[in-house]
């Protein structure tokens, strides 16, 4: 699993280094607020809010090795500290990178419950109420890191693909590539090379992030890949875009490895048409996957303390200006 060697990596420096001497997670002064969320012994990541800023699901896995599995936490519930937890497992079936669906009464994942490693939704308390996503529950067609868009259109992230180029008898390979459905999965299509789509909050466009001069960056294009622009750039690999409630900004995670070693990730916001670029964490842990609720924190996960745990964070929006 990509999220094993995510945390074995980011935790092996600490072997040969005292945890002491690294700097957990703080807030630059564009952001304030940062609050731990979860506190549970297991490692928690990829935090999605529901809708309406009531519920929270994430990813959470025992130990670096486990499984890991999704689970779903009233906010109120967790900031009172009686939390109780609605699992979707099963066995040893993985449950990673949660996303709502846009009446909040469901919750699509990437899982191996029922077979190859694909999109499931589920409805309900657990694993048993599970259904394949149509088209995109197709056996050799691999997806992960859904996002639905208001209007209830299915981006994800594909795995290598290679597209027929109509009229030639040649193929486009793509290392990675964007791909667009209904929730049915009745239509899908191609948008592009890509992966960790955000629709913005109207679907009329997407945030994604694409390898380019061997690094990855985030790009906007228009909800059919039409009109494609590169908002970020440098020697850092930004990923994990995620559309500020009313659109005018984006949050995303830029990762770099330090002196030290291991790698380091902090939060940034960027308009969507690149500029306005400012810091919101800093630190030299991983601070990653934003996603920005309608309530206005950014939640995040983090492994400023004993393990990766879900945080957040308010930002101060007023020195950006206007996009």
Same mark, same amino acid.
């Given at each position: 699993?990509?999220?094993?060697?995510?945390?074995?990596?980011?935790?092996?420096? $600490?072997?040969?280094?005292?945890?002491?001497?690294?700097?957990?997670?703080?807030?630059?002064?564009?952001?304030?607020?940062?609050?731990?969320?979860?506190?549970?012994?297991?490692?928690?990541?990829?935090?999605?809010?529901?809708?309406?800023?009531?519920?929270?699901?994430?990813?959470?896995?025992?130990?670096?090795?486990?499984?890991?599995?999704?689970?779903?936490?009233?906010?109120?519930?967790?900031?009172?500290?009686?939390?109780?937890?609605?699992?979707?497992?099963?066995?040893?079936?993985?449950?990673?990178?949660?996303?709502?669906?846009?009446?909040?009464?469901?919750?699509?994942?990437?899982?191996?419950?029922?077979?190859?490693?694909? $999109?499931?939704?589920?409805?309900?308390?657990?694993?048993?109420?599970?259904?394949?996503?149509?088209?995109?529950?197709?056996?050799?067609?691999?997806?992960?890191?859904?996002?639905?868009?208001?209007?209830?259109? $299915?981006?994800?992230?594909?795995?290598?693909?290679?597209?027929?180029?109509?009229?030639?008898?040649?193929?486009?390979? $793509?290392?990675?590539?964007?791909?667009?459905?209904?929730?049915?999965?009745?239509?899908?299509?191609?948008?592009?090379?890509?992966?960790?789509?955000?629709?913005?909050?109207?679907?009329?466009?997407?945030?994604?992030?694409?390898?380019?001069?061997?690094?990855?960056?985030?790009?906007?294009?228009?909800?059919?890949?039409?009109?494609?622009?590169?908002?970020?750039?440098?020697?850092?690999?930004?990923?994990?875009?995620?559309?500020?409630?009313?659109?005018?900004?984006?949050?995303?995670?830029?990762?770099?490895?330090?002196?030290?070693?291991?790698?380091?990730?902090?939060?940034?916001?960027?308009?969507?048409?690149?500029?306005?670029?400012?810091?919101?964490?800093?630190?030299?842990?991983?601070?990653?996957?934003?996603?920005?609720?309608?309530?206005?924190?950014?939640?995040?996960?983090?492994?400023?303390?004993?393990?990766?745990?879900?945080?957040?964070?308010?930002?101060?929006?007023?020195?950006?200006?206007?996009?």
């Amino acid at each position: 699993m990509g999220r094993k060697l995510l945390l074995l990596a980011a935790m092996a420096p $600490l072997f040969g280094c005292s945890a002491s001497l690294r700097h957990g997670v703080t807030t630059t002064e564009a952001a304030g607020g940062l609050e731990q969320i979860t506190r549970s012994s297991a490692n928690e990541f990829d935090p999605a809010v529901s809708p309406d800023g009531k519920a929270i699901a994430y990813e959470s896995a025992d130990s670096p090795t486990s499984t890991p599995h999704v689970e779903v936490v009233s906010l109120s519930d967790l900031t009172s500290g009686h939390a109780p937890r609605v699992e979707y497992s099963s066995k040893d079936a993985a449950g990673m990178a949660p996303a709502w669906t846009p009446d909040g009464q469901a919750v699509v994942f990437e899982s191996d419950a029922l077979g190859p490693s694909r $999109l499931v939704e589920t409805i309900g308390n657990g694993i048993q109420s599970t259904r394949f996503l149509g088209r995109v529950g197709q056996d050799d067609l691999y997806s992960a890191w859904p996002a639905l868009s208001s209007g209830g259109r $299915l981006a994800f992230s594909l795995g290598p693909t290679r597209l027929f180029r109509t009229g030639w008898r040649t193929t486009l390979p $793509l290392d990675a590539t964007l791909g667009v459905t209904d929730i049915a999965g009745s239509t899908m299509s191609i948008i592009g090379a890509g992966t960790d789509p955000a629709w913005s909050p109207d679907g009329s466009r997407i945030a994604f992030a694409r390898w380019t001069g061997g690094h990855m960056h985030l790009f906007v294009s228009n909800a059919d890949g039409s009109s494609t622009t590169q908002i970020t750039d440098g020697s850092e690999d930004d990923r994990q875009p995620s559309w500020s409630p009313d659109g005018r900004s984006i949050a995303f995670c830029s990762m770099h490895p330090n002196d030290a070693g291991w790698m380091q990730a902090n939060l940034f916001v960027v308009h969507p048409d690149g500029s306005g670029l400012v810091q919101l964490t800093e630190g030299d842990r991983l601070a990653c996957r934003p996603d920005w609720a309608s309530d206005g924190f950014i939640y995040f996960h983090a492994n400023a303390t004993d393990g990766f745990h879900i945080w957040r964070i308010r930002p101060a929006l007023e020195p950006m200006g206007a996009p």
